[in-house]
């Protein structure tokens, strides 16, 4: 189940110029590498879930820069990954990288229904 929705979506935000998306984590702190991670299943009914999916993006290291890179390139990954997922929120971050630090990125969060 998860990894060819994972692949799915990554294989899309992929296709962004500037951006390299892993269907699973990755350590780096490039700006334009991107993960997809699985948030949560809400589980409505008996007969399938509802999957929250993250892509999240790593931002360039300077805030102003960050903010430049996020309006340019959000708009293209949401309508990317459109295909794959309901987007509900594009939420501004700082992510902690064990033996890294902490680095500016952008979630996009957004759900699908699944067995």
């Known amino acids: 189940m998860s990894l060819a929705v994972r692949t799915a979506i990554a294989t899309s935000a992929s296709g962004v110029e500037g951006i390299e998306c892993s269907p699973y984590f990755v350590q780096t702190t490039a700006a334009g590498m991107a993960m997809v991670r699985l948030d ?44 794959h997922l309901v987007i509900t929120q594009v939420q501004p971050q700082r992510l902690e990288i064990t033996g890294v630090g902490i680095l500016p990125c952008v979630f996009i969060n957004g759900h699908r229904e699944q067995e």
């Not at 999957?51 to 340019?72: F, G, I, R, S, T």
């Open 40 to 83: 949560r299943i809400e589980y409505p009914n008996p007969f399938g879930g509802v999957c929250h999916w993250n892509v999240v993006v790593l931002l360039p290291q300077d805030q102003a820069e960050a903010e430049k890179y996020l309006e340019e390139k959000v708009p293209l990954i949401r309508a990317a990954i459109e295909e």
